[in-house]
């Protein structure tokens, strides 16, 4: 097993598992987690809809009926406690939601005016790339939520380094992240940063170490077992090959 | 006023003004409809369901997969999820460079260096000359790390003679191996043509009649290896090669078990980091890696063809391939087959395969 993985302790307390054993009871910790979950990966379901051939301003307004539906309790009554993926639980719910739900919903497109998730449809729609016309709903949703989880993963890394006061540092070694050998040599990044190849090594080292822990702990806001993550991972690889 | 008499002359005063009305309706009606028609245009072009024109597609350099609009940092979102497999332990393979030509130059003085043909997760080849027999070669050398690994050794001498053994028209031939310095080498045949996967990188999906010329020819391969106890493991395009006589070689026999390292309880991280894409590899492989025999081969051919058939992978609920293009749907059936995720469903040899194949294509071995 990875030495990242956390122990079921620090489990716990990630926001998916949070969830889950909050399923029964209304706590205000789980709420807070559920809807946080929500709003951290509403651009797969948006894409999801959209894919579907939904304009965008039907897409706009499933969307957030969606949640208001989602974040009331009847949907977690339904979730085993063994099926830990809150992303596969997303995507059921919103399958379910779109066969059934929608038409008694359509009435109320808002509901009770209440903005679950105030959400930047024209960023979602530009990332809406409809990438290629074969790619079907589902595999978009995981495409983008796959997307996504990079996304928040870069941007936290990002904000690491920020408040370190390094943020020049990360812009130069970010490609580092994806390159195997190295693309820019290690005595030109040095030269940038005014500090010796050996120094750029270790950096180099410690970003991709760091990423990969963020990475890790993102996913595991999603999962509700550590051995899901590695699970998880080489399916959301999977989804973005080819 | 004028309308009295104008009304009195021609008698009929009520049909004249309904006539004036007419033609005062239709004059406003007209003007109405253009506007009703000027709003309806500008309401369709703003509620578009037409997606944006696209702008032209960018491929990720590194492994050729489609980059989304806005990725991630700008970075291919592909590859830094692969990024995010490798464990801490398999960092120093990343880090290290990969041995300058200079370095392998020296280390084997009985070749002439020509040029790098390609670096992979499992080592570097080269191009290279044996000037003693007058022919040009592929010198696979893999990564040094590699070297310092003592259960290497033992597996290394133990699998690289049964490789060398496999002597076939469609596996790519090792004419030597070894380790000098640290560098564990093979010296192979070198191909000279296009991968499958470079194949498709310019046209995707190809003519059914060429799959169909291909796959009999794999089937022989794996077949034959299979025979002689080896599982090729790594199945894909990138290891389909197709010489400029159009002949098929598959390279890399055996090299994914030489490297990956299975029995290290879930070694499939360390595996992963060698082994590339998991798209082609049979369920088990991913499942239970330690039950997996020569049927996960199958299972990856059956990826390969409805590839090479379709253009696409089957992922999740996949259509079968003549719901996607246009071909023989006896076909599916083959293609199916070899794709079932128990590999007691499978087809149990590679021969069954070819025969299927072959049948439904009405060609002769």
Redesign the interface.
């Known amino acids: 097993m990875s030495s990242e993985s956390s122990s079921p302790a620090e489990f716990a307390a990630t926001r998916w598992s949070l969830v889950l054993s909050a399923r029964a009871n209304d706590s205000p910790g789980s709420n807070d987690a559920l809807e946080t979950l929500c709003r951290n990966y509403w651009h797969p379901l948006y894409a999801y809809i959209r894919r579907q051939g939904r304009s965008p301003h039907d897409a706009q307004d499933l969307t957030q009926a969606f949640f208001a539906r989602f974040l009331e309790k009847n949907y977690l009554a339904a979730v085993s406690p063994a099926k830990g993926k809150f992303r596969s639980f997303l995507l059921a719910s919103l399958k379910h939601f779109l066969a059934n739900e929608w038409d008694k919903t359509r009435a109320q497109k808002r509901e009770g005016g209440r903005q679950i998730v105030s959400l930047d449809y024209d960023s979602a729609e530009a990332r809406c790339n409809l990438e290629s016309n074969e790619t079907g709903p589902e595999e978009i949703f995981d495409r983008r939520w796959a997307v996504t989880l990079l996304e928040r993963t870069l941007a936290r890394l990002r904000q690491e380094y920020i408040v370190d006061g390094k943020e020049k540092v990360f812009e130069q070694l970010k490609e580092t992240l994806t390159a195997e050998g190295q693309l820019t040599s290690y005595a030109m990044i040095a030269r940038q940063l005014g500090s010796s190849e050996g120094a750029v090594k270790v950096a180099v080292h410690r970003l991709r170490r760091r990423y990969r822990e963020l990475l890790r702990a993102e996913i595991a806001d999603t999962v509700s077992d550590p051995a899901e993550v590695e699970e998880e991972l080489r399916h959301l690889f999977a989804a973005l090959g080819g | 006023m004028h309308i009295n008499p104008i009304l009195a002359v021609f008698g009929l005063g009520g049909g004249e003004l309904i006539i004036i009305l007419a033609a005062l309706l239709i004059m406003f009606g007209t003007i109405a409809a253009v506007v009703v028609f000027v709003i309806w245009l500008v309401n369709r072009s703003s ?3 037409h ?1 944006p024109p ?1 702008s032209p597609k960018r491929l990720c350099p ?2 050729g ?2 980059l ?6 700008g ?14 332990a398999s ?1 120093p393979r ?2 290290a ?2 041995p300058s030509l200079e370095e392998i130059a020296k280390a084997f003085p009985q070749l002439e260096i020509i040029s790098v043909i390609g ?1 992979g ?1 499992m080592g570097t080849v080269y191009k290279a000359r044996q000037p003693q027999l007058d022919r040009i070669v592929a010198l696979k050398v893999l990564s040094p790390e590699l070297s310092s690994d003592p259960a290497f050794a033992e597996r290394f001498s133990r699998e690289a003679k049964a490789l060398a053994r496999l002597n076939h028209p469609n596996i790519v031939a090792v004419y030597d191996f070894g380790k000098i310095v640290n560098f564990y080498y093979f010296i192979m045949e070198l191909v000279d043509g296009l991968s499958l996967w470079q194949m498709e990188q310019a046209k995707k999906p190809l003519a059914p009649e060429q799959a169909l010329a291909i796959v009999p020819r794999i089937c022989e391969a794996l077949q034959y290896a299979h025979e002689q106890g080896i599982v090729h493991r790594d199945i894909k395009p990138a290891n389909i090669l197709i010489d400029k006589q159009g002949r098929v070689k598959i390279a890399d026999f055996g090299l994914a078990k030489l490297l990956g390292d299975e029995t290290r ?2 070694g ?2 360390q595996a ?1 980091a060698v082994m590339g ?3 082609y590899m049979a369920p088990e492989q ?1 499942e239970k890696p330690l039950t997996v025999d020569h049927r996960a081969d199958i299972y990856s051919l059956g990826v390969v063809f409805y590839e090479m058939l379709t ?3 089957p ?3 996949f259509q079968s391939p003549s719901r996607k293009v246009q071909m023989d749907v006896r076909l599916d059936e083959v293609v199916l087959r070899a794709l079932e995720k128990e590999p007691e469903l499978r087809y149990q040899q590679a021969s069954q395969v070819k025969c299927a194949v072959e049948t439904i294509s009405g060609a002769k071995s």
């Open positions: 509620k578009s369901p997606p696209q590194q492994c997969t489609e989304p609009v806005n990725s991630p940092e970075l291919c979102p592909r590859c830094l999820m692969k990024t995010g497999f490798e464990s801490a960092e990343r880090n460079s990969a670096r997760g309880g879930m499939l991280t992963q894409t998991p798209h991913w253009g696409e992978l992922l999740g609920r």
